[in-house]
C-alpha cells in the first residue's frame, strides 16, 4: 500500500528534522527508512530467526528460536530510569560481571518486554539480551542478582520496524504499536494482548537507527 514497505514492515513518514552526528548539525529529510537489520547483526549478534511464511502490508513475522537470555526487571515507577539502570545491569553482565569474569561481547542484542494488565496499562517490565552462540551452551552466571539467566523458547513475533531518533519520545512508539495492530487485525491476525516488545538501535547521522515494535503470537516465555 502506499508509504508501505512491507520488507521492512515501515510506514514511511515525509518529515524534516534535525540530526547531530559524527560531524555535526545538518538536516535529515524524505523518508528515514530504517537500518538494515541484516547490517545490525552484522554488528553485533542477534538471536536466531527464521521466516513463517507470514506478512503483510506495515509488518513482517519471523520465529525467534529458543536461546538463553539474561533477563532483568525494570522499575516501572520511573520507565526513563528504570530502563537505565537495567540496561547497565546487562551490560555490565556481559562486561566481566559475571562468576567467570568474562567478556562475553562488546555490545549485544537486547528487548524490552512491557506486561499488559487487563486495562492494557503497563504493569511490570524486563529488559532482556541475548547470550551470543559462544556462551549459549553454559551461560556464566552473573554477579548481579538482579539479573538471571533464563531459557526462552520459539516465539513466532510480529514486526513493525522504522528509522529515525525516537529517543525519549514514548509517543512514536505508541503510534507504531497501533498501526501494528491493525495491520495485524487486517489480516485477521491474533496476538498475545499482554505484552508488547521493543527493540532499539540508536547511532548518530541519518538513516542509523532502527527501532521495531513487536506482538507476539502467544505469551513468550
Known sequence: SSGINAE???????????????????DC????????????????????????????CGFVARRMLGANW??????????????TEA????????????NRGARI????????????????QVESGQMALYIPSAFQAKPPSPADDKVTVEAWGDAVLYN????GDITN??????????HLWKALEKENIASYP?????????????????????LTADSFK
Open 194 to 214: 499482554k505484552m508488547k516488545i521493543t527493540f532499539e538501535y540508536m547511532k548518530p547521522g541519518c538513516g542509523s537507527q532502527r527501532t521495531e515494535v513487536m
Open 87 to 98: 540496561y547497565w545491569r546487562l551490560f555490565r553482565y556481559i562486561n566481566k560481571g559475571n
Open 29 to 56: 529529510t524524505g523518508c528515514l527508512k530504517p537500518k538494515l537489520f541484516s547490517e545490525i547483526c552484522a554488528e553485533y549478534e542477534c538471536p536466531p530467526m527464521e521466516g513463517v511464511g507470514i506478512t503483510g
Open 8 to 26: 521492512y514492515g515501515v510506514e514511511c513518514e515525509m518529515f524534516k528534522k534535525k540530526e547531530y552526528g559524527y560531524h555535526g548539525k545538518r
Open 105 to 120: 561481547a562488546k555490545s549485544a542484542y537486547v528487548i524490552t518486554r512491557w506486561f499488559l494488565n487487563d486495562e492494557f
Open 169 to 178: 519520545n514514548p509517543e512514536a512508539i505508541d503510534k507504531h504499536f497501533n
Open 70 to 83: 539474561a533477563v532483568t526487571s525494570i522499575d516501572t515507577s520511573d520507565k526513563e530510569r528504570g530502563q
Open 160 to 163: 513493525r520496524a522504522f528509522g
